[in-house]
């Protein structure tokens, strides 16, 4: 098994890579990091566009609301299919959240781009780490972390 990591000084970009190697010799490849412009928000909407992407996670505190209490909540989203995608987070009646006012809302986020399948990973981590899991994985990851405030941003 191979594991490495790099990151920026502060830690706002890291890249990591995963990959059953079987005892071989391995050449580590990492996904570039996250772009000026790869990553966007407006108002509900989010668009994503990292090149080398198979899937994205967002995980934001912030851009939701307790519908009772105005108390920010914490949001995962994972969207698989490559290239760019937009999504637009939906408001689901019942559940008791909202988007928080895009007009003040202070947003701090986690942004991946993953190459590989993440929910096998994820898997991993709760069903643990057999040899028939690990057979075959091959996983690397882009993450950003950053925040805004207001309606609308583009990774810088």
Do not use: C
């Amino acid at each position: 098994m191979g594991l490495a990591q790099a990151q920026s000084p502060g830690y706002q970009d890291q890249l990591f890579a995963l990959k059953e190697t079987g005892g071989a010799d391995w050449n580590v490849s990492f996904l570039a990091p996250w772009a000026t412009g790869q990553f966007s928000v407006s108002g509900d909407t989010l668009t994503f566009n990292h090149p080398q992407a198979q899937a994205y996670g967002f995980s934001a505190y912030g851009f939701l609301e307790d519908s009772d209490t105005g108390s920010p909540l914490q949001v995962e989203i994972t969207l698989y299919g490559g290239g760019s995608a937009s999504y637009t987070v939906p408001v689901v009646p019942g559940l008791s959240y909202r988007l928080a006012d895009p007009a003040t809302r202070s947003v701090s986020f986690s942004l991946n781009a993953s190459r590989g399948d993440p929910a096998r990973f994820q898997n991993l981590l709760v069903g643990g780490f057999s040899e028939s899991a690990l057979a075959g994985l091959d996983l690397s990851w882009a993450q950003r972390t950053g925040s805004f405030t207001g309606s609308s941003y583009t990774l810088p």
